[in-house]
C-alpha cells in the first residue's frame, strides 16, 4: 500500500557532493516520520537523518551535522538528503524509511541507493 523509491546515488569524488531523493505513494507520512539510514558492506544498518513532516524538525547523527541535510517537498511528498563534503567512509547504500506516527520503529521501507565515495 506505501510505496519509498530512492533515487539519485552514484559515484562521486571525495569533496563532492549528491542529493538523494525518496518518493512517497500510496499514504502521506503527514503525521508521522521520514529519514535516511545507511548500510556499507559488512557494517549494520546505521541511522543518518530523519525529518519530522509536521513543523519539519530535522535530527542527525552527530557526525553528519554540518555535511548533510535532510528536507521534504510536500507537494511531491518527497523527502530529500543533500550530501556535501563527501568522503570515502560516506560509502554504503542508502535506504529512504518511513514511519507513520512520531514514535516507533520505521516500517516502510525503500530497495535503497548506491553512493559511492572515491578518493
Known amino acids: 500500500q506505501v510505496q519509498l523509491v530512492e533515487s539519485g546515488g552514484g559515484l562521486v569524488q571525495a569533496g563532492g557532493s549528491l542529493r538523494l531523493s525518496c518518493a512517497a505513494s500510496?499514504?502521506?507520512?503527514?503525521?508521522?516520520?521520514m529519514g535516511w539510514f545507511r548500510q556499507a558492506p559488512g557494517k549494520e544498518r546505521e541511522f543518518v537523518a530523519a525529518i519530522r513532516w509536521s513543523g519539519g524538525n530535522a535530527f542527525y547523527t552527530d557526525s553528519l551535522k554540518g555535511r548533510f541535510t535532510i528536507s521534504r517537498d510536500n507537494a511531491k511528498n518527497t523527502v530529500y538528503l543533500q550530501m556535501n563534503s563527501l568522503k570515502p567512509e560516506d560509502t554504503a547504500v542508502y535506504y529512504c524509511a518511513g514511519r507513520l506516527g512520531l514514535e516507533g520503529p520505521f516500517d516502510y521501507w525503500g530497495q535503497g541507493t548506491q553512493v559511492t565515495v572515491s578518493s
Open positions: 500510496g499514504r502521506t507520512f503527514s503525521s508521522g516520520v
